[in-house]
Each structure stands twice: as C-alpha cells, then as structure tokens.
C-alpha cells in the first residue's frame, strides 16, 4: 500500500486499483471538534479536485476533495453517527471513502509523506 497527500490536506492510500481516502492529522487540528460527515453513496464518480465529502467542525465546514478521479466504492458511514472519529484517528478509522482508481497517472501529482510534512511545515 502506498500513501499520497494532496495540498488540500486529503490522504490517499492506494492497494491494486482501490484507494481509500480521508484527511490528514494536520486538516483535523485545523477543523477542530469534528460534529458531522456528510458522504457520498457508493456508486459516485468523483473527478480530480472535486468534492467528494462535507465534513463541519465547531470552527467551519469544509469540502473534501477527490485527490484523484474514480467511482466511490464504499463510504465509511461509521461516522455518521461518530463524527468525532475524525478528530480520533484521522489517518486510520476515520477514512471517507473508498474508490476504485479512475487515472493512477493523477497519483504523480500527489506529494509522498515527507514531501507533505515539508509542505505543512510552511503553512
């Protein structure tokens, strides 16, 4: 399994052609208190920098973007009832939605994890 995080603080964990996305540690310390997650139904075909969720915190709402293009598969409806997840283990339990890959070539857009880190660093 190899992860990528885009500029817009989404991760992107992708294994053979399915790819499971959520946003990054450092999203939900921006967000603060996480108190609600709209997904998409499986089924949606996302495209590139489209959104692909709604998460809303106490501070904001803010989209989540499809990192690359695909058709969501699956959608991590856990936190429906359980948004504060999120704010738990954002880079693990908490994912958003799993997709099948649409264009793996959108992948070499994407940053590796140091890269990422470096990125965040200058924010």
């Not at 695909?70 to 958003?96: H, S």
């Amino acid at each position: 399994m190899t992860t990528y995080y885009s500029k817009d603080h989404e991760w992107i964990a992708v294994e053979g052609d399915i790819a499971t996305v959520g946003i990054t540690t450092y999203a939900q310390e921006q967000l603060g208190d996480v108190v609600y997650v709209e997904l998409p139904d499986a089924g949606k075909t996302v495209s590139q920098g489209d959104e692909a969720a709604v998460v809303e915190s106490v501070k904001a709402a803010s989209e989540v973007y499809a990192p690359i293009d695909g058709e969501v598969t699956e959608a991590n409806t856990v936190l429906a009832d359980e948004p504060a997840k999120v704010n738990e283990d954002p880079e693990g339990a908490a994912w958003f939605i799993k997709m099948k890959v649409g264009n793996p070539d959108q992948l070499s857009e994407l940053m590796d994890e140091a890269a990422y880190k470096a990125y965040v660093d200058t924010l």
